[in-house]
């Protein structure tokens, strides 16, 4: 079974803070993701990676930024952390090269910026 | 561009009614269909997925849904609903030729199962 391995369940921050969210898969996954989750929003994609030092801007990239150095980790940077991106973080892993390939889901970081 | 619309944001049914879960998707080319489930606090868990061949597709805990390429949807059946299945679901659709293999969701269905 794939594993999804977010470093974190829950986390505090302050505002203004640098946040660092990291997220580990164990099955050799060429693309990452990292979405945010907010009640009747449903999942927004914020970056995704297909391969290692390569990244992608998703729908509401602004005030983030991510890291690949490995093909196993993504980690989500939250620059200056503000009130508004308290919300619940979520990674994903899914196999390149064709479209049907579901992505599997770490377990969430529920972030709250105070 | 894909989109996908699910109508309901909040599914309420009896222990052993019929669970209906409605999801409408906008794509220009054949797209892919998923359902995802998500218990709380937890990660999303993949139920079943469409990709080609028969319109009727099979998931985990007796969940089923069917393609219907002429109404463009999507609906996520189980003919009994179990107390355990009160979760939120998520449809999704990833379109051939897309942008990198992204998935967009619906914004998601809370279902609610009273004994």
């Known amino acids: 079974d794939v594993k999804v391995t977010q470093s974190s369940r829950y986390l505090v921050k302050r505002t203004g803070e640098k946040v660092f969210l990291e997220c580990v898969q164990d099955m050799d996954h060429e693309n990452m993701f990292w979405y945010r989750q907010d009640p009747g929003l449903g999942l927004r994609l914020i970056y995704f990676?297909?391969?290692?030092?390569?990244?992608e801007k998703g729908d509401i990239p602004e005030g983030y930024s991510v890291s690949r150095e490995k093909k196993e980790r993504f980690s989500l940077i939250l620059e200056s952390a503000s009130t508004n991106q308290t919300s619940m973080y979520l990674c994903?892993?899914?196999?390149?090269?064709?479209?049907?390939?579901?992505?599997?889901f770490g377990d969430g970081t529920r972030l709250s910026i105070l | 561009a894909q989109s996908v619309t699910q109508l309901g944001s909040h599914v309420s049914v009896s222990e052993g009614a019929l669970v209906l879960l409605r999801c409408n998707y906008s794509?220009?080319?054949?797209?892919?269909l998923f359902w995802y489930v998500q218990y709380p606090n937890q990660g999303l868990q993949l139920l079943l997925k469409?990709?080609?061949?028969?319109?009727l597709v099979k998931g985990i805990n007796g969940f089923e849904a069917e393609f219907k390429k002429s109404e463009t949807s999507f609906h996520l059946t189980k003919p009994s609903a179990h107390m355990s299945d009160a979760a939120e679901y998520f449809c999704a659709v990833s379109m051939s030729g897309g942008s990198n293999y992204k998935l967009t969701f619906g914004k998601g269905t809370l279902l609610t199962v009273n004994p």
């Open positions: 794509s220009s080319v054949p797209p892919y």
């Open positions: 469409y990709t080609t061949g028969a319109t």
């Open positions: 994903a892993s899914s196999l390149k090269g064709s479209y049907n390939q579901p992505q599997h």
């Open positions: 990676s297909y391969d290692v030092k390569m990244k």
